[in-house]
């Protein structure tokens, strides 16, 4: 009787166990998150630095478990602060406006897919003078995926405190400020009529400049313009016609990053870049392994109660 009562006990106890468990990896895999939620922001959005000192932040867009695949939002830097560098980051966004360091703000769709929550790109900034300087964040749109309608909730603003004079020396973001060193550079050949210039960056995991990678970019005729990274890992494609299209990098590991690009507007230089990452562990697929796991244990368990009774009543 006790060996009954204990065998019903432990199978109930990990059934239940391995039911909730189940239920919080759904819920995980499949948030549906709540309409009207979405919101984009700088992170961090607010911090002091030295006047001279260069510092990364980060565009998110976050849909709050809200699938997602279309956002646009103008940003504005205020006068003291500049735009070094700008990573494209993990929305994988094919542009409509293409965002530069010149001009940050963008409109971007994922195709044939969608996000929850992503990082459109990283900026490096560095702070001009003293005071308390902004990135601006206006007029955004998040379109929620497949229905088209409308999540954004939120925008918020980025907030940074910068002290200290112009000739205070401070410490420089690793790899930073290339592109607008290469934009800012006097040029012995100007684009020829209506075409556009290309400076695009790569950098490594650590935000290092990563030479002797390939970029590749196709027009949509199909047309490619390939260069290998300089020294600074940046590539220059000059009189490129004004178009859509595919940008790709290919890393020494084998690795690939393709982005979509939409050459067109006033501003003639397309300034911006990718850098190398590592594919984070999910540990959800670490709990749905768990599962079977548990499973076999209460089977064990049951078995050896079960030998372990008949091995009793034998006796």
Same mark, same amino acid.
């Given at each position: 009787m006790v060996y009954k009562f204990l065998t019903k006990?432990?199978?109930?106890?990990?059934?239940?166990?391995?039911?909730?468990?189940?239920?919080?990896? *759904? *819920?995980?895999? =499949?948030?549906?998150?709540?309409?009207?939620?979405?919101?984009?922001?700088?992170?961090?959005?607010?911090?002091?630095?030295?006047?001279?000192?260069?510092?990364?932040?980060?565009?998110?867009?976050?849909?709050?478990?809200?699938?997602?695949?279309?956002? =646009?939002?103008?940003?504005?830097?205020?006068?003291?602060?500049?735009?070094?560098?700008?990573? *494209?980051?993990?929305?994988?966004?094919?542009?409509?406006?293409?965002?530069?360091?010149?001009?940050?703000?963008?409109?971007?769709?994922?195709?044939?897919?969608?996000?929850?929550?992503?990082?459109?790109?990283?900026?490096?900034?560095?702070?001009?003078?003293?005071?308390?300087? @902004?990135?601006?964040?206006?007029?955004?749109?998040? =379109?929620? @995926? =497949?229905?088209?309608?409308?999540?954004?909730?939120?925008?918020?603003?980025?907030? @940074?405190?910068?002290?200290?004079?112009?000739?205070?020396?401070?410490?420089?973001?690793?790899?930073?400020?290339?592109?607008?060193?290469?934009?800012?550079?006097p040029q012995v050949e100007g684009n020829t009529g209506s075409d556009y210039k290309v400076i695009f960056g790569v950098k490594n995991e650590d935000g290092s400049p990563l030479p002797g990678t390939m970029v590749v970019l196709v027009s949509q005729e199909s047309k490619e313009y390939r260069e290998l990274s300089d020294a600074q890992g940046i590539v220059e494609f000059s009189n490129i016609p004004k178009g859509i299209y595919k940008i790709k990098t290919v890393f020494k590991d084998g690795k690939t990053s393709e982005k979509v690009l939409n050459i067109d507007g006033a501003n003639k230089t397309i300034a911006l870049g990718v850098q190398a990452k590592k594919k984070a562990f999910d540990y959800r697929w670490l709990l749905l392994l768990l599962i079977p796991l548990l499973f076999g244990v209460t089977v064990f368990i049951y078995l050896r109660i079960k030998r372990a009774k008949n091995k009793s009543i034998n006796q």
């Open positions: 006990k432990i199978m109930y106890s990990s059934f239940f166990f391995t039911l909730i468990l189940f239920v919080f990896i *759904l *819920l995980g895999l =499949k948030n549906s998150g709540s309409v009207n939620a979405a919101s984009i922001f700088p992170l961090p959005d607010k911090g002091n630095y030295s006047v001279g000192q260069t510092f990364t932040t980060s565009i998110i867009i976050n849909g709050e478990g809200t699938a997602f695949n279309a956002a =646009k939002v103008n940003i504005v830097p205020s006068e003291n602060i500049q735009i070094q560098d700008i990573i *494209l980051g993990d929305c994988d966004f094919a542009f409509v406006n293409t965002p530069t360091i010149n001009s940050p703000s963008f409109t971007g769709v994922i195709l044939g897919d969608s996000s929850t929550k992503c990082t459109v790109y990283t900026l490096t900034l560095k702070a001009l003078s003293s005071g308390q300087e @902004y990135l601006s964040l206006s007029n955004g749109s998040v =379109k929620a @995926y =497949k229905k088209s309608t409308e999540i954004l909730s939120s925008l918020k603003n980025g907030v @940074y405190t910068m002290s200290g004079s112009s000739n205070t020396q401070a410490n420089s973001t690793s790899g930073a400020g290339r592109l607008i060193e290469r934009l800012n550079k």
